[in-house]
């Protein structure tokens, strides 16, 4: 690297060639006033502010869009900067409204900043001012364009984190505005309330409207912690007054998101404080639930679960743990299972998203997880979305695709709908559901038929490749044509686009997983990848973007019937030896139940008591009628949750458990980023973290859960598990570490299997194509699919007053040429009905679906969609069929 030597204010520093003036000052903490500047950005060079005096230039450039060169000399205070300065700083002040005293950002504005720094008090020039409506009619953000600086920053925001540029300035001169195209308000425009442009305004132009009069920001204290959404791991500021949380706002340093975040993570943290929280333990006498004391409700549930396991055995109770609990209250819940109960049967909401990722990956590679970073993606040459919708459920590494797509990538779709990035993508293959496994081998067929394998990487790296190869031949361009509806050439041009670049990441997600097939679609994701090389190196891989916040985590804890933490399996003696030894008991050796089988087994009466913690399987789990059924057939069923959700009605005893923002911990997300969850808040009201009732309902059963905190917690699991073996919370810090981890001296692994696979060598797996467990037919005529949407999140975000209001109600997708034949408008409601059940939805007529499918999400407990949903499981991981079931539709009235 090229270094120039140049010298500031009589100071001589070195910097690295290509860095601007402003960068070289910022280097040496030499303070440069700036207004529309922004490290995340380019460089704009509007404001003017950053002027310095260079020797030998006769005018002051702005230092933002200046480049160092060798022996350059700068001056940042003098006389005629600084007085140059001013006027710019008058300028401004002269149109901006003077209300500082009512502001939202007094005490945190950039302009009155430099104002009172510069001596500015807006007195000097005087003329017509502004007066232009305030832009307020949406949930989320106030717009005043009165105070706007017209810096750009949001503009380029928008455009250049968020891709999407809904914002531009309007008119000119002294009208310009900045804003939606042609002025609109935020609400009527296509913008999607990431709050990106509220994060680098320097002023009052753009604030957060549930903060508005909350709190200034001297009184305000900001946590750093973990969003509880997606897996993506976004971190934020949790803005915390008078022992409340208040809001949300950016922290720049956030390792996976810097500032940006999406409508949830920013605006959703109302839900916190939503009426419907547990605020007090609940226990059902005469049929009702009533409120009780912790101790009576512990104590109870202490001597129930004691007794069912002393008169049907330990395997007649089962648990659920929660991808929305930390890492430490996760080891603790499948310890409380094995240890004091004795039973394996623990699993948790990855069985119904994810668990074929972990399954198949593990297969193919040894490990079953992500093998790449997210912060690989802006600079991928090729990325291969399939059977997931970035933009919807994973926003920001939906942006960082987009960004990626600014710099010249390609981006091939695999998708029936048409989801946003299709419209971006250089290819958009249209398959019919459920037919993943063919496409895929017939995009690998057409690769071994070129050449374009790599077959350095299979000889030295991969096993099993012959008989992969031969069934390959099954799978012919046409046949594959036939089969998925995908043209031939669409074939050809995604497997060159693909197997032709020297980096090419592959994501997916549930449209993958949850199907029948969903550990085979995996395996053929993960073939594809060892097929040309494109594993084991930055910029590639295979690349699962896990559902929600902690699904990573809890599989690593040890949440799954047939693993200790770290993947470390129950049927292994030497592996059972261990833990046996480190927790003093005699531990199970047989795989537990996984979660569909739980409700089998209550209503046959092998299963008498379960204890959920943070899971509603009777709203999320297929067949959702079926769950009911199980859940009434049990002798004892324990519901801990911060919410009194549809499952905890039908509880027998329901414990408040804390929020994200009321304990400490780690989640895990979706590239293995362990990272802090640091407490804002006490419990409310009568509510406990869920690892204290855990450490009290196991010392009330005789077995000593006496831990201190969760990084003690956290100590215990890197004791036991390898992969978090260097792991501490002072470790972590405010950046996290990727597993594995082995040693506290690992620096963690951003890229995995890069010398090896996990398993030594790679896995080709022969995989066979086979048809979705249930298709339409004469009386069930439309298959019906389900997904997320942007504005919610599971049933989560439903607590939520500022989402719910923006996005309250399912709209069913349904085609155009449908919507004639069943001559319906939109909005019209409908009734939906499939084998297993019924419900009634609006419905939203859109090109986005083919004729024939029926798009829904499953977030609305008012239109519970599962009652419809198949309940056919994938042959190894049991994951529902959520992605195809027949179903009839009928007009209303």
Known sequence: MEWFTLTIDGREVSVPKGTTVLEACRMHDISIPTLCHDPELTSAGACRLCIVQIEGIRNLPPSCVTQVTQGMVVQTQNSRVRAARKTILELLVANHPLDCMTCQRMGNCSLAQYAYEYGVTGALYQGERRNLPVDKENPFIIRDPNKCILCGKCIRACDEIQGRSVLDFSFRGFDTQVGPAFNLPYHESDCVFCGSCVSVCPVGALTEKKMAGKGRPWNVAKVQTTCPFCGTGCNFDLNVKDGKVIGVTSNPNAPVNGKALCVKGRFGMDMIYNQNRLTSPLIRKKGVLVPAEWDEALDLVAKKFQEIKYDYGASALAALSSAHCTNEENYLMQKFMRAVIGTNNIDHCARVCHAPTVAGLAVSFGSGASTNSFDEIPDAKVMFVIGANPTEAHPVVGAKMKQALAKGAKLIVADPRKIELAESSDLWLRLRPGTDVALINGIMNIILANGWEDRSFIEKRTEGFEEFRENLGNYPPELVSQITGVPVEQLIEAAKIYATTERAMIFYTLGITEHTTGTDNVMSLANLAMLTGNVGKKYSGVNPL?????????????????????????????????????????????????????????????????????????????????????????????????????????????????????KSGTFTNAERRIQMVNQAILPISNAKTDGEILCELANRMGYPFSYNSSAEIMREVARLTPLYGGVTHQRLGTQGLQWPVPTPEHPGSQVLHQERFSRGKGLFMAISYQEANELPDEQYPFLLSTGRKLSHYNVF?????????????????????????????????????????????????????????????????????????????????????????????????
């Open 546 to 662: 896990r559902g929600q916040n902690n699904v990573q985590g809890s599989c690593d804890m040890g949440a799954l019937p047939g693993d200790y933490p770290g993947y470390q399996k129950v049927t292994n003696p030497e592996v059972q030896k261990k833990f046996e030894e480190a927790w003093g008991v005699t531990l199970s050796p047989n795989v537990g139940l996984m979660l569909p089988d739980m409700f089998p087994a209550a209503i046959n009466k092998d299963l008498r008591a379960m204890y959920i913690m943070g899971e509603d399987p009777v709203v999320t789990d297929a067949d959702a009628n079926h769950v009911r059924r199980g859940l009434k057939s049990l002798d004892f069923l324990v519901v801990q949750d911060i919410f009194m959700s549809e499952t905890a009605k039908m509880a027998d005893v329901v414990l408040p458990g804390a929020s994200f923002a009321e």
């Open 797 to 893: 975000t439903q607590n939520s007053e500022a989402l719910d209001s923006y996005s309250p109600k399912e709209l069913a997708e349904i085609n155009p040429l449908d919507a004639k034949r069943l001559d319906v408008e939109n909005g019209e409601r409908v009734k939906v009905t499939s084998r297993r059940g019924e419900l009634e939805t609006k419905i939203q007529i859109t090109d986005r679906v083919p004729s024939g499918i029926v798009f829904m999400t499953f977030h609305y407990k008012e239109t519970p969609t599962n009652v419809l949903t198949n309940g056919a499981s994938d042959k190894v991981s049991k994951t529902y069929e959520y992605k195809a079931c027949g179903v009839k539709l009928t007009k209303i009235g």
